[in-house]
């Protein structure tokens, strides 16, 4: 029941309620026409009683029956006097309780050949100087009938009724959810980090209106923060890029002087590398926060996937040759895609050089492409150190960096800006790792080109 949705909850308490209160109603009703109908036949026979005792007659010393106004037909009954000599009888079912003991006065239920039947003995009434008492008997089938009719009505409008109140309740909770429903999907569009998003405002001021000017409220207050710490971090960002200019020329300076010490050298060098991962990092932040600001202009084209490959190995080649790892490339000459030329590159970079960054030396990284129906599968191979399986989901986290030791000279923004890259062009990556074993990126870029096609716009 927990992982129903809340509309088929609601849909399946409308039915349930239904049921029971169409249950409760046919209960009371049959009940009270059960009883109403009992009630009738109790009266017919009491009064045909009364009917029959008043034409019960003192004649010449003899009590005689008077057989003048009829009784009600469907009653059967006979008159006896108290001596026991029978006065009068109608009707030949009054014999079928012949066997029956006189209960006076009480009304008795009796089965005879299937029919159910209602007697009713009258108390010793006396006439004139005598006494005489009577029975009446009446069949109850009609009202069998009538009951067995209601049952059978009741089975059968039950279960469109129920389906009805299922429907109604389907339809109704459906139509009221519907705001739910565009919160919902707003807030998915939100965190997947538009948050310039909003909920559409819903069409009554009710509870569901309070709660979506609520939650836009938030979302902007959210939306304005988040505005402030990337203003922040762009302009940190530029205001760091001229101070580290100048000591990397400073570094650079003392690095070339010919009268150092050994000791002060080695000091200007680190100077200098260091100088190097912080001018890295700040393109890094950079490139981010033009990212998340919307900022960057894609600047689509044709490309050939063996040409782009063919660019990364030759720029990373020298990086590779210090771990003496070898970069090799898995691609048909005519597979073409839109991107853009300096986003791919950078992003076939990034997972270039971490693959030698975390490979063992004398590994193997391995680019591949192929056209995978209209998208360009690409695959970054690597033999190296692998990824944990509890950092795996973090890895393309801003920072993150799986083990700071093994992590030498990362500031954890490469995969970021990989990711962003692939997103930008509508594409998705994701990563396959085994510690010990290797890891393999895996990207899917949308619109493979087959050979000799013009290139389409993206957006077009
Ligand atoms: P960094 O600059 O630290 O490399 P990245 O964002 O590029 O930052 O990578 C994040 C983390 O993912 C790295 O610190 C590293 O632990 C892990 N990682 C990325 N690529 C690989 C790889 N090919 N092999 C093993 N670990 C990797």
């Not at 409760?24 to 009491?46: K, N």
């Not at 693959?355 to 030396?361: D, E, M, N, Q, T």
């Amino acid at each position: 029941m927990r992982h129903l949705k809340i509309g088929v909850k609601m849909t399946l308490c409308f039915a349930v309620f239904a049921l029971l209160i169409v249950c409760a109603c046919f209960v009371a009703l049959y009940m009270s026409t059960s009883a109403l109908l009992e009630q009738m036949l109790r009266d017919d026979l009491a009064f045909a009683i009364r009917q029959i005792s008043a034409q019960v007659e003192r004649e010449s010393g003899a009590l005689i029956y008077e057989d003048e106004t009829p009784i009600a037909p469907e009653i059967s009954y006979y008159v006896v006097e108290g001596s026991g000599g029978e006065l009068f009888s109608h009707g030949e079912d009054i014999t079928l309780f012949d066997d029956e003991p006189f209960h006076e006065g009480v009304y008795t239920r009796l089965t005879r050949y299937g029919d159910e039947w209602l007697i009713l003995d009258s108390d010793p009434i006396a006439v004139e100087t005598g006494l005489i008492r009577i029975r009446a008997a009446i069949r109850c089938t009609t009202n069998q009938r009538m009951l067995t009719v209601m049952r059978q009505v009741f089975l059968l409008s039950v279960p469109p009724l129920i389906l009805l109140a299922a429907a109604a309740g389907f339809v109704l909770t459906r139509r009221s959810l519907s705001p739910i429903r565009a919160i919902i999907s707003s807030a998915q569009r939100i965190e997947r980090g538009d948050l310039s998003e909003r909920i559409p405002a819903a069409p009554a001021e009710d509870e569901l209106g309070k709660l979506t000017v609520t939650l836009n409220e938030m979302i902007a207050s959210l939306e304005n923060a988040f505005r402030r710490e990337q203003r922040f971090s762009s302009d940190a960002s530029h205001e760091l890029r001229t101070p580290v200019a100048v000591i990397r020329a400073y570094a650079e300076n003392l690095c070339d002087q010919a009268d150092l010490s050994a000791e002060a050298r080695a000091s200007a060098r680190t100077i200098l590398q260091e100088c190097c991962t912080m001018k890295k990092l700040i393109e890094q932040l950079l490139t981010l926060t033009r990212a998340q600001e919307g900022r960057y202009e894609l600047q689509p084209e044709r490309l050939c996937v063996a040409d782009v490959f063919e660019g990364v190995q030759s720029a990373m080649t020298e990086l590779a040759c210090e771990k003496r790892i070898v970069i090799t490339s898995a691609v048909r000459e005519d597979l073409f895609l839109l991107a853009d030329q300096s986003l791919l590159t950078q992003l076939l970079i990034n997972l270039v050089e971490n693959a030698i960054k975390y490979g063992r030396p004398d590994g193997h990284i391995t680019l591949r492409a192929s056209a995978e129906g209209d998208d360009v599968k690409i695959a970054v191979e690597d033999d190296g150190i692998g990824i944990g399986a509890a950092d795996l989901p973090h890895i393309f986290e801003r920072f993150f960096r799986a083990d700071a030791a093994r992590s030498r000279n990362g500031c954890g923004l490469g995969l970021s800006i990989a990711q962003w890259i692939v997103q930008v062009h509508g594409g998705a990556i994701d990563v396959q790792s085994a510690l010990g074993k290797g890891t393999t990126f895996l990207i899917r870029w949308p619109g493979a080109i087959p050979a000799g096609t013009a290139p389409k716009r993206f957006g077009g």
